[in-house]
């Protein structure tokens, strides 16, 4: 039986540290058949013309004593993360970075440990306008058209039935009551988990993106520096 924790955004090299935390994942007795997700914004697959870089900080998570997927967020370099070959795991589609890194991509649903996950990475960059295109910000960041398309077509494979739902953002009404500030922009991303969230049946909601911790409701939870166990 595998062990799975859950955490908030870890930015590349920048808020890893939060696993070095007594009492936290370091501090665990765990396997490469134990999980530790990511919920975007992992920042692992970052630079284009420093590889060397990339490869420092997937040799840390490689030399775990864990296995790492992740969802990915609005802070990706989605060309690099792109250029990775896409698999079949557990039941999705994936992208596997190493043998211990997996990118859990968009729409799809895992069976992990016999528990039902639906992945959607994305969210919109608020600061865009002080990034630079192609280096620090990607339009990718936003599912596609056909991303949204195959994530209702594999929740309808499911039954709208899942046991957990992996997000980097979320819905806007969540959105609303987390940041208590109803004139915020909701974005596509927003609204499809609006949509989504009528129809489906589920556990619990976790997501990043908002650095901070808060458990919006009982079905709802927004991760940072937090690591929790299934």
């Known amino acids: 039986m595998s062990r799975i924790f859950l955490t908030g955004d870890t930015h590349g090299d920048i808020d890893h540290v939060k696993l070095y935390r007594k009492n936290f994942i370091e501090g665990q007795k765990l396997t490469k058949n134990d999980y530790v997700i990511v919920l975007g914004d992992f920042g692992t697959v970052w630079y284009s013309n420093e590889s060397n870089k990339n490869q420092k900080m997937i040799d840390f998570y490689n030399s775990k004593k864990w296995t790492t997927l992740f969802i990915d967020g609005n802070h990706e370099n989605f060309d690099e993360l792109y250029k990775y070959p896409i698999e079949t795991w557990n039941g999705g589609k994936i992208h596997r970075i190493s043998d211990s890194i997996i990118h859990l991509m968009r729409g799809q649903v895992f069976n992990i440990d016999n528990k039902k996950f639906f992945t959607m990475g994305g969210a919109s960059s608020i600061d865009k306008e002080s990034r630079s295109l192609g280096i620090s910000w990607w339009p990718q960041e936003l599912p596609s058209y056909a991303e949204y398309e195959e994530a209702l077509d594999n929740l309808e494979k499911s039954n709208y039935n899942v046991d957990y739902v992996l997000t980097h953002c979320c819905s806007s009404?969540?959105?609303?009551?987390?940041?208590?500030?109803?004139?915020?922009?909701?974005?596509?991303?927003?609204?499809?988990?609006?949509?989504?969230?009528?129809?489906?049946?589920?556990?619990?909601?976790?997501?990043?993106?908002?650095?901070?911790?808060?458990?919006?409701?009982?079905?709802?939870?927004?991760?940072?520096?937090?690591?929790?166990?299934l």
Do not use: A, P, R
């Open 173 to 229: 009404h969540i959105q609303n009551k987390l940041l208590g500030n109803t004139s915020i922009i909701h974005d596509d991303l927003n609204k499809f988990f609006d949509n989504v969230e009528n129809d489906l049946k589920f556990k619990h909601w976790y997501f990043g993106h908002y650095h901070m911790f808060k458990e919006v409701d009982d079905k709802h939870t927004c991760l940072y520096n937090e690591i929790v166990e």
